[in-house]
């Protein structure tokens, strides 16, 4: 069965943590780091990559536009 | 089949959402979660698939948006406080043929320029005017504005807004609507993907009444 298997890309340095992001994924994919970017942010990042679909409702709903996503149909 | 690693995903062929190209690189000022970059993104968006980057000329506001400018790549003009839909007014019928839009908060376009607002609905321009309404003052740290809703507590009335004392919020957007020369006037928020989508498609509908001369 074809299945989708998306992934994102955060420009991290860009992001604020804002977690805006994290309450629009409906698969739960994204979290924020422990770590911190050059601002001070715990930035965005794919905890459960294998989830992601590439519906892309992170990176519309991300004010700062930091998300690119992709999106491949696996058979 | 063997398991695809992220690096099989992310790839240029696969790409199937990034920033548009109408948006500059430029870190924007806001503050982490703010809707300005959201809103922004939505206008810069619409320009994008409208085709319309070099005949697109906006205007903006005093307030938080105030830099608005760095982060579209268009032509765009800073108005006096208040004052953006009279600026719009002037540029629209010097260049009839460009799309002109302007974008305020709520402190810009309810409070100091409602006599703008209001007049050039009332003659109706045909300008786009999006206004972003957050029902405080966010730039000079979260006063109460005309907009604030009943209840809503901002530093100059911690105990929420009393109507009593402090008067109704003003609704604008229906106010606006009952003039007979507006077109088109939607409210909408920008908090979930399905708002942030029917955003979108209202903004581009209020570009598209620009081009039908509907304003
Ligand atoms: S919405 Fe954007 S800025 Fe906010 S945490 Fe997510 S990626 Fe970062
Ligand atoms: S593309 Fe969709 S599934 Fe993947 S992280 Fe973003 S919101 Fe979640």
Do not use: W
């Not at chain 2, 629209?92 to 002109?100: G, I, L």
């Not at chain 2, 321009?125 to 809703?149: D, K, R």
């Amino acid at each position: 069965m074809a299945k989708i298997r998306g992934a994102v890309k955060v420009d991290t340095e860009k992001c604020k943590g804002c977690s805006v992001c994290l309450g629009a994924c409906p698969m739960g994919v994204l979290d924020l780091a422990k770590e911190v970017n050059g601002k001070g942010y715990n930035y965005c990042y794919m905890k459960d990559p294998e989830k992601c679909i590439g519906c892309a409702s992170c990176a519309i709903v991300c004010p700062d536009g930091v998300i690119s996503v992709y999106k491949v149909k696996v058979d | 089949m063997a398991e695809l690693t992220i690096n099989d995903i992310i790839k240029e062929e696969n790409l199937v959402y990034k920033k548009t190209k109408v948006m500059t690189d430029n870190v924007m000022h806001y503050c982490p979660g703010c809707g300005h970059g959201t809103t922004h993104r939505l206008v810069a968006e619409v320009i994008e698939e409208l085709g319309i980057q070099d005949k697109t000329i906006g205007v903006t506001p005093v307030g938080c948006s105030v830099l608005m400018y760095n982060y579209l790549d268009i032509d765009m003009q800073e108005a006096a406080h208040g004052r953006a839909p009279a600026i719009a007014t002037a540029i629209k019928r010097v260049m009839p043929d460009k799309f002109v839009f302007t974008y305020q908060g709520d402190g810009d376009l309810a409070a100091i320029g409602t006599a703008e607002t209001i007049h050039s609905c009332n003659r109706g321009e045909n300008i786009t005017i999006i206004f972003v309404n957050n029902g405080i003052y966010g730039m000079t740290g979260g006063q109460m504005a005309p907009t604030t809703l009943a209840g809503m507590k901002a530093v100059t009335c911690p105990r929420g807004r009393d109507v009593n004392t402090m008067g109704y919020p003003l609704h604008i957007t229906e106010l606006i609507a009952q003039l007979p020369n507006v077109r088109f006037v939607t409210r909408q928020s920008v908090h979930t993907p399905a708002n942030v989508r029917k955003a979108k498609a209202a903004i581009r509908k209020a570009f598209e009444n620009q081009k039908d001369g509907k304003g």
